[in-house]
Every structure is written in structure tokens, then in C-alpha cells.
Nanobody, 126 residues
């Protein structure tokens, strides 16, 4: 198992940027794909982005493509989500999640993940 802690959320104006961080601890020597999901009030938790454990493959939801960038630093056991050109519709609690997988494994479904953080709130004001 791996433990995940998100940070970097906050209040930002529309058009602004934030960088979320996901810190991993525990069995970090294993090969985990890490994804970001978000959940807005009254809505289902949805996929945002994922990066394979090797960092060689990334995948994004259409709604964030071209605005968000996922990256990782395995030496520091960190995964990042750089969010630019934020919109009100990006307001949500953001969660990072991890699952064991091969070097190009990039799952985008909630049930494929078995390790979750507690989430960090992102609020975008107009």
C-alpha cells in the first residue's frame, strides 16, 4: 500500500494557475501509476489526468487537455498537476490516486485505483 497526501489547492481567479502536489509514502519503491480525479458538489468523481510510473505516458480528460499538465518526480515520490487557464467549472475537490502497473499503464477509471488521498479543494472565482 501507498499513502497519498495532496496539497496546493486554494482560491484562484478565473484565468489563473495552481499547481497541485501529491506526496507518496509507504511502498513507494513499487511501480505506481498516479491519477488525478476531481469531484464537484453534487457530481460524480471524474477523471482528470494520469501518468504512468515511468512518466513516459500521460492521459487527460478532454475538458482539461491543453490547460493541465501532469508530471512526476520519482526520486522525490511526488506527482504534480499544473493547472493553467482555470475556469469556474474546474472548482472541485481534487484527489490523487495510485495503482500498481506496468511502465505505460494509464488507467482512467475510478475502480481501477486502490489507493486514494484525502483531497484538496480548488475554488475558481469569476
Amino acid at each position: 500500500q501507498v499513502q497519498l497526501v495532496e496539497s496546493g489547492g486554494g482560491l484562484v481567479q478565473a484565468g489563473g494557475s495552481l499547481r497541485l502536489s501529491c506526496a507518496a509514502s509507504g511502498r513507494t519503491s513499487s511501480s505506481y501509476a498516479v491519477g488525478w480525479f476531481r469531484q464537484a458538489p453534487g457530481k460524480e468523481r471524474e477523471f482528470v489526468a494520469v501518468i504512468s510510473w515511468s512518466g513516459s505516458r500521460q492521459s487527460y480528460a478532454d475538458s482539461v487537455k491543453g490547460r493541465f499538465t501532469i508530471s512526476r518526480d520519482n526520486a522525490k515520490n511526488m506527482v504534480y498537476l499544473q493547472m493553467n487557464s482555470l475556469q469556474r467549472e474546474d472548482t472541485a475537490v481534487y484527489y490523487c490516486a495510485a495503482v500498481l502497473g506496468g511502465p505505460w499503464y494509464t488507467p482512467n477509471l475510478r475502480h481501477e485505483y486502490d489507493n486514494w488521498g484525502q483531497g484538496t479543494q480548488v475554488t475558481v472565482s469569476s
